[in-house]
Nanobody
Framework: QVQLVESGGGLVQPGGSLRLSCAAS????????MGWYRQAPGKQRELVAT???????VYAVSVKGRFTISRDNAKNTVYLQMNSLQFEDTATYYC????????????????WGKGTLVTVSS
């Protein structure tokens, strides 16, 4: 079965850093598009960053320059390095996978992890 297991969340002070990890299994990781999304209480889930199988990255404007997404295909793991954290970054962060499924429109099949909570507080 497909599994996406996030780790690395926690409590951090404003200006601090955290690195989130997502360990993936149950699909061909190297050909999948991977991403990080977040959801704050009372708000919709939003894109944080994505990386395609070719290594192309996209970032939300709110995090660009502060966050970096990366992947290690040998370890089936995607990372999110978060620097200069702000109060507004407080949210549950979810790992997302969009594997290649033959005959199916790209992106139509996706999986989600259970999330890891990041709290930025002084």
């Amino acid at each position: 079965q497909v599994q996406l297991v996030e780790s690395g969340g926690g409590l951090v002070q404003p200006g601090g850093s955290l690195r989130l990890s997502c360990a993936a299994s149950g699909f061909v990781f190297r050909s999948a598009d991977m991403g990080w999304y977040r959801q704050a209480p009372g708000k919709q889930r939003e894109l944080v960053a994505t990386t395609t199988s070719a290594g192309i990255t996209v970032y939300a404007v709110s995090v660009k320059g502060r966050f970096t997404i990366s992947r290690d295909n040998a370890k089936n793991t995607v990372y999110l390095q978060m620097n200069s954290l702000q109060f507004e970054d407080t949210a549950t962060y979810y790992c997302n996978a969009r594997p290649v499924v033959p005959g199916i429109r790209p992106g139509a099949v996706e999986y989600w992890g259970k999330g890891t909570l990041v709290t930025v507080s002084s």
